[in-house]
Nanobody
Framework: QVQLVESGGGLVQAGGSLRLSCAASGSIFGINAMGWYRQAPGKQRELVAVVTSGGSTNYADSVKGRFTISRDNAKNAVYLQMNSLKPEDTAVYYC??????????????WGQGTQVTVSS
């Protein structure tokens, strides 16, 4: 089994910064990609940013230029540096890892979520 543990959420004023961390542990054969998603009240979960094992990144348009995703393959960890935060960034942020198996398949695993609240 695989566990993802997140940390770093909290309350911040608009314009401030937060850094989210997520570490994967357990039976990990190989991590194909790690990323962050968020879900605001009454809205669907959406992709924030993702980074592949090779280091390629993709960001939601709403966070480009403000958020930076990074990854430490040796630690099976992913980070999200969030700058210039806006009230609309308020949401529960979820870490995701797509983990492969020796048989060529992959499965998605999720963290428990961490609340980010940006006050105006």
């Amino acid at each position: 089994q695989v566990q993802l543990v997140e940390s770093g959420g909290g309350l911040v004023q608009a314009g401030g910064s937060l850094r989210l961390s997520c570490a994967a542990s357990g039976s990990i054969f190989g991590i194909n990609a790690m990323g962050w998603y968020r879900q605001a009240p009454g809205k669907q979960r959406e992709l924030v940013a993702v980074v592949t094992s090779g280091g390629s990144t993709n960001y939601a348009d709403s966070v480009k230029g403000r958020f930076t995703i990074s990854r430490d393959n040796a630690k099976n960890a992913v980070y999200l540096q969030m700058n210039s935060l806006k009230p609309e960034d308020t949401a529960v942020y979820y870490c995701n890892a797509r983990i492969g198996t020796p048989w060529g398949t992959s499965s998605d695993y999720w963290g428990q979520g961490t609340q980010v609240t940006v006050s105006s």
